[in-house]
Each structure stands twice: as C-alpha cells, then as structure tokens.
C-alpha cells in the first residue's frame, strides 16, 4: 500500500458497519509515549530527534507491530499526501506541518493503526474502528503497545504515570475518541444543550479533524480530557456503555420526533441535498459535507434510497481537498477545487439514476 492507493477507496474505520453505526462513525483510542533518557520534541536536539526516530522505527518493526505497515517518512511525502493522510485521520495536522523534524507514520493495512513517530511526543499510537468499539480497540492497543515496550524504555514515574508532552495527557497517555453524527439534534435545536452537557462531564467537543477545529456537516468529536487518576479500562467502559450510548439515544428520539411531527420537512431537506449535490456547479468542502450529513441521515432512516452508504462515505473522503488534488494528479486554488468537487459530485452520482 502507497498513499497513492489511499484515494482509491476509504479506510475500514468508515465502512459504516459496527455497533451503533448509524450514528457512530467511528471509535478511535491513542496513547501518548515518550523515550526515557530524551527531553520532549519541543527541547530535543536534531540528533535527539533523529536517534528517536531511528530508534521507534526499529522497534515497530521488530516488535512485529509494523508487519502489515507501510512505513511513510514525512520528510519525503509532499504537502497534499501529508493532507491526504490528515484528511484520512492517519496522522495529525501538527503531524503534517511539522516541516523540518525527522517523523514519520506506519500506516496498517485497512487503515485501522497507525503509529506516529516525533508528533507532539515521540511516539503516538492510535487505533481505529467503524461504529463503536472501544473495548475491543483497548485491548488491542494494550498490545500494541507491551510490544513496542519490551524493545525500549518510556518515560514513566510511579506517582504520575507516563510522562507527556501535554500535561493533560500525563498519567495513562490514553484519548479515547468517538466521532458522531448528530443532525437530528441540530434539525430541532438540541444539540447545545447535549454539547453542553458533554462539556460538564469534562469531554472535548471537537470538530472534523480534531483539535482546532470547528464541527463541520454536524460531526463531532467527543473525547476525554482527562487522564491522570483514572484507568484506562474505566475510561473506555465509560464511554462504551454510558456516554456515547446517551448521546447515540438523544440522537435517535430526535430523528424519531422529526420523522413523526415534521416529515415532509425532513424529506424535503434530504432530497433537496441530494439534488444540491447532483447538480451544482460549484461546490466547497464546507458545503459538500452539509448535504452529505443530511443525504446520511437520510439513508440511515430508510427514508432515501437513490444512494448508499458506501457511495456517502465515498464522497465524505474523495471531496476534500487533498484528496480531490490527489485524484486530479494537480494543484488547484479554492475556486477551482469548487469547481471539480461539483464535477466531480455531479459524475458520481449520475451512476445513481
């Protein structure tokens, strides 16, 4: 596998298939690690930062963690494969635009691991899987990560735990992260109030692509913001069995409500969308992924047919922008990149008819 075989199709984390997969994208978990012995990247010297890259490259692949991996040095990759891995939540957009650091990825076959060497912290590991399944995901990153350390030493303290970059991952190092489409809540004006409510359970409420970023066609990140004084097994039981099973029966009694009180509304919302997308002549990412949400939901209550799931997630990847130059083998400015979305969008959905 090559970045190039990347835009051909989408990761497994976005099949759509999993334990409550109509309104859980995905499950992600990530554990921070560092090098004892070595200061944290921001102090590091060049040397440093290459011996701790030589050094985790070295134990991914003999730990046999890096067996099914390509391994993609950042340093080599251009500017739009570096997004393209950002837009597929391979890497992080620190990761990408970190210019001048010796880093690099190994990416799994399926795209369900991948393994960040001098991110943020020298090594950061995440897993990932469609619908929700952090409890599975926990335990394979446990091995993960007891193979990588039989090989090197991390920077650990009996009384904090691992030791981090950001003090707000110190402790266990672990970020449980649950992406959710919610556009039900937003149709009747409840998702503050659910947002708010994650927000005094002490959960990050992010966008797309993390942090940074803003929520964008009503995905949303949901993730934990604490780390120190808690398990990881009940941090992830938490969120597998409490929290994101709340905020997945919110979700549902509003689809449920708008389908029973404002039906023609929503339908007419969700074909509206999909003839946007079918037609337009000109089309932002920003606004590509706004009718996607509504086409999703559409097709998620059985109430629109013309498309499936697949072709939605699909479009989710190949219109965003990186991806889109990728297909094209081009770069393009704003105005142009609109252009060949909708090109693109009217193309692939002609199928449709």
Known sequence: MAINDLTKGTGAWLSGEGPLADVVI??????????????????????????????????????????????????????????????????SKQHADAEGNPRGVAVSAGETRSL???????????????????????????????????????????????????????????????????????????????LRAAKDMRLAVRGLYGEGTEATGDFFQLSNQTTLGVSE????????????????EYECAARELLAKERAHQLDDKIWRAYGTLQTARTMSSEETLFHLSHVRMGVNMRRFSRTDLSTINELFLHCQPAHLQKMIGERLDGEHRSIARADYLRRRLASDN
């Open 26 to 91: 995905s499950s992600r978990v990530r554990l921070a690690r560092n090098l004892a012995g070595y200061d944290f990247l921001s102090r590091a010297s060049e040397s440093d930062k290459r011996k701790i890259y030589r050094t985790l490259s070295d134990a991914i692949a003999e730990s046999g963690v890096g067996r099914d991996c390509v391994f993609i040095d950042m340093e080599q990759a251009s500017e739009i494969d570096r997004q393209v891995l950002v837009e597929r939540h391979l890497i």
């Open 233 to 248: 097994a009940d941090l992830v039981r938490e969120f597998s069995r409490t929290i994101i099973p709340k905020v997945v």
């Open 116 to 194: 960040m060497i001098n991110e943020e912290d020298h090594l950061r590991i995440q897993v990932l899987r469609s619908g929700l399944q952090l409890e599975q995901l926990w335990r394979e990153i446990d091995e993960v990560d007891d193979a990588i350390e039989r090989l090197v030493d991390y920077a650990f303290d009996s009384r904090y735990g691992y030791l981090t970059a950001c003090p707000t991952n110190v402790g266990s190092g672990i970020r449980v992260s649950v992406m959710v489409h919610l556009p039900a809540l937003k149709l009747t004006q409840e998702i503050e109030r659910v």
